[in-house]
């Protein structure tokens, strides 16, 4: 039988905690690397080759992550995430040259990718199928919180000044690496001794294209992969968008922030909503509307319109990411997991990488709010794909591979009652 989840969830808070450290050194430390770029002589194309190394090597890296963890324990994942976020802002900060600078953020992403794969494997391995949306909605207040506090930081850090952007720049990536360090307090003994992962052999008997094919995973991954795309070329771009409209840096820090903080009021409220309009309706709703606010970021609107704007654009984006965790976490086979979890981020990562450089390409042409127009299309596309998606997938049947699981669900997934109480019910 699979371990029990633990009763209390002082496990969760620790890790919400951890993740806000870690998210907010990344928060942190992306508008900075951008600065420093920008003192180091970078074009708006070189920017988004920066942004889109960030996500390279863990391209590579999350299938075979999501394997191990699969196997065996997720918390070892998260002090190594940490070491590489910190390594990665410290030498950032100290390096010298573009390519530098690019290849210490891809160190940077790295760790960010080690963290979350087996943060979210933590969560999905510690929590009851009926508690996944909200333990999930509220592990990801977490990253929003360091989403939050990230940007604000680094505003105040970077002076708007040329001759001085090179040096405060360099000074907010090394406080961001502290701030990362300080994460490690949290995750002492934070994963439940029960809830090791299923035998080696046991995780390799469900195939990548076979999870691939599972209903609702494909829609999961495309949702969370616009979502996050839309967090970050809000992130690496805002930044070039203000200094060709005269925002100062501490304005833009703002502005992220107040983005982030609506994400958090997202997230709080995310269970009433869930229940008053559902999953699907919800996830449409909020993708649509935020590709409509991501292409009005184009407009040469003043700071305050920008504001409300980027504060609507937030909520939306604070449902994406949670539900899009479910949504795969239920979909998949119960031995893949942690395995589908990582796919979910390497196309995450693809979006990382594609659309930077394409927001690279788009920025150099045609201008600096240009990419927030593709960005636009790419939600609108994402609201379809997950009506569709829920409207096929809601009476869609358990997929044959989860007979091969050592302990398979007989019923409903949010059934938890007795089961004698439950064949009491059916006479």
């Known amino acids: 039988m699979p371990p029990e989840p633990p009763s ?23 508008p900075a690397v951008s600065y420093r770029a920008l003192s180091l002589g970078a074009d708006e194309r070189a920017i988004g080759v920066i942004a889109g190394v960030y996500a390279l090597l863990p391209l590579f890296a999350a299938v075979p992550l999501g394997r191990r963890t699969d196997q065996g324990r997720c918390a070892p994942l998260l002090p190594v995430g940490i070491l590489l976020i910190g390594g990665g802002c410290a030498l950032s900060g100290t390096s010298g040259s573009l390519p530098e600078l690019a290849a210490w953020s891809g160190v940077m992403g790295l760790g960010h990718l080690c963290f979350v794969i087996g943060a979210q494997s933590l969560v999905a391995r510690q929590s009851a199928p009926a508690e996944q949306d909200r333990n999930f909605g509220h592990f990801t207040i977490g ?50 001794r029960g809830a090791a992962g299923p035998s080696r052999q046991t995780a390799r008997k469900v195939p990548v294209g076979s999870i691939l094919r599972t209903r609702g995973v494909p829609a999961g991954i495309f949702i969370s992969l616009a979502v996050l795309s839309a967090t970050d070329i809000l992130t690496a771009y805002l930044p070039v968008v203000g200094e060709h409209r005269g925002i100062a840096p501490a304005t833009v820090g703002l502005l992220l922030s107040l983005r982030a903080a609506a994400t958090i009021a997202c ?4 269970t009433p909503m869930l229940r008053t309009v559902g999953r699907t309706t919800l996830l449409s709703t909020t993708c649509l509307l935020g590709g409509l606010l991501c292409a009005a970021v184009a407009l040469p609107v003043p700071v305050w319109g ?66 927030f127009v593709m960005l636009g299309a790419l939600l609108v596309g994402a609201a379809g794909l997950g009506l569709r998606g829920g409207r096929t997938g809601e009476a869609d049947p358990v997929p044959d591979h989860r007979s091969a699981e050592p302990a398979p669900r007989t019923g409903p997934p949010h059934d938890h009652r007795d089961p004698d109480r439950r064949g009491k019910s059916r006479h």
């Not at 496990?11 to 430390?29: C, D, H, K, T, Y």
């Open 8 to 30: 209390g969830r002082g496990w969760l808070l620790r890790l919400v905690i951890a993740f806000a450290f870690a998210q907010g050194a990344v928060s942190m430390a992306r």
């Open 143 to 192: 990253a929003s919180l360091g989403q939050l506090a990230g940007p604000i930081a680094a505003g105040r850090l970077i002076s708007g000044q040329d001759g001085e952007m090179a040096r405060t720049s360099a000074l907010a990536l090394l406080v961001s690496a502290v701030v990362a360090a300080v994460s490690l307090t949290s995750l002492w003994r934070i994963e439940h």
């Open 267 to 270: 997230r709080l409220v995310m």
């Open 306 to 371: 920008l504001a409300v704007m980027l504060a609507v654009l937030g909520f939306c984006l604070g449902a994406g990411q949670p539900l899009s965790m479910t949504t795969v976490v239920q979909a998949a086979p119960a031995a893949a997991r942690s395995t589908a979890l990582a796919l979910r981020l390497t196309g995450n990562r693809l979006g990382q990488v594609a659309a930077p450089a394409s927001a690279g390409l788009i920025a150099g042409a045609v201008g600096a709010a240009a990419p």
